[in-house]
């Protein structure tokens, strides 16, 4: 199982799991700006873990509502499913700056843990066939593991198929 780890002065993903005494564990890698990878595969490929169980978080708009869409980084989101998902009939990629705000993480560090406002999240429904998931601890070269249930338990998330 994950093990837990101090916080202490970590970022506001660590301090949420820390206080919600979620058991999770730290993959810190050194991020190469240069690579020509995506965020997530970058991730997948520095912490030697299978791409799928590393998921992406993206900020979607739908219907004028910022909605936290929570995928594998060997996908791409199925906008359509995530409207449907959050009951909604169009959605929309979040402008990044918009999204920067909202979460209070950069483009590329956006954690589903510990944002600014709570925002409604849907998780992608492939995440429940892994023991351990892996998302970003809320900066650029920093993940964390988790269990799925932990992460739906955490965000508030609803699962539902919305990758592809």
């Known amino acids: ?34 690579s020509g990878l995506s965020y997530g595969a970058e991730a997948a490929a520095a912490i030697g873990v299978p791409a799928e169980q590393v998921l992406k978080t993206l900020m979607a708009d739908v219907d004028g509502e910022l909605v936290v869409a929570v995928v594998p980084v060997t996908g791409s989101l199925d906008l359509k499913a995530l409207a449907r998902a959050a009951g909604g009939k169009r959605a929309g990629m979040a402008e990044v700056a918009r999204a920067q705000r909202a979460t209070g993480y950069v483009a590329g560090g956006i954690s ?53």
């Not at 101090?6 to 810190?28: I, M, Q, R, V």
């Not at 409604?120 to 920093?142: K, N, P």
């Open 112 to 164: 589903p843990l510990g944002q600014r406002t709570r925002h409604r999240t849907v998780l992608d429904a492939s995440a429940e066939a892994f023991d351990v998931v892996y998302v970003s601890a809320g900066r650029r070269g920093l993940d964390v593991s988790l269990a799925p249930h932990d992460l739906v338990r955490l965000t508030g998330a609803t699962l539902a198929t919305i990758g592809r």
């Open 1 to 34: 199982m994950v093990s837990r780890r101090t916080a202490s002065g970590g970022t506001p993903a660590l301090l949420a799991l820390e206080k919600a005494g979620a058991a999770y564990a730290l993959h810190p890698y050194s991020h190469d700006p240069t």
